[in-house]
Nanobody, 124 residues
């Protein structure tokens, strides 16, 4: 099983910034590669929605609501993804989940894995 551990969430005022991290690992094994890493979020009473994705090859995509404010990046050598979130708005308040797609390990391909989520709260 792949473990995705998010960190970096917290409470900030509108206009503030946070940097989320997501580290992928496989207990007692290694990861060869991860095709796509992404961030999703789920606000109270809402469905989980895509925030941003970034492929191993460097292709990124963003939800329209975060374009220009959020930046996704990754360190393939560390199997870690980051989400820099700037100019935060109250509507960005949500639990942010990391997702990994097609994780290659010595035991085979793991198609999908989710992290446990990290809370981001934006309020004055």
């Amino acid at each position: 099983q792949v473990q995705l551990v998010e960190s970096g969430g917290g409470s900030v005022q509108p206009g503030g910034s946070l940097r989320l991290s997501c580290a992928a690992s496989v207990p007692s094994d290694r990861i060869f590669s991860i095709r796509v890493m992404g961030w999703y979020r789920q606000g109270s009473g809402n469905e989980r929605e895509l925030v941003a994705t970034l492929s191993r090859a460097g292709m990124s995509s963003y939800a329209d609501s975060v374009k220009g404010r959020f930046t996704i990046s990754r360190d393939n050598a560390k199997n870690t993804a980051y989400l820099q979130i700037d100019s935060l708005k109250p509507e960005d308040t949500a639990v942010y989940y990391c997702h990994a797609d097609r994780i290659a390990t010595p035991a085979g391909i793991i198609l999908s894995s989710w992290g446990q989520g990290t809370q981001v709260t934006v309020s004055s």
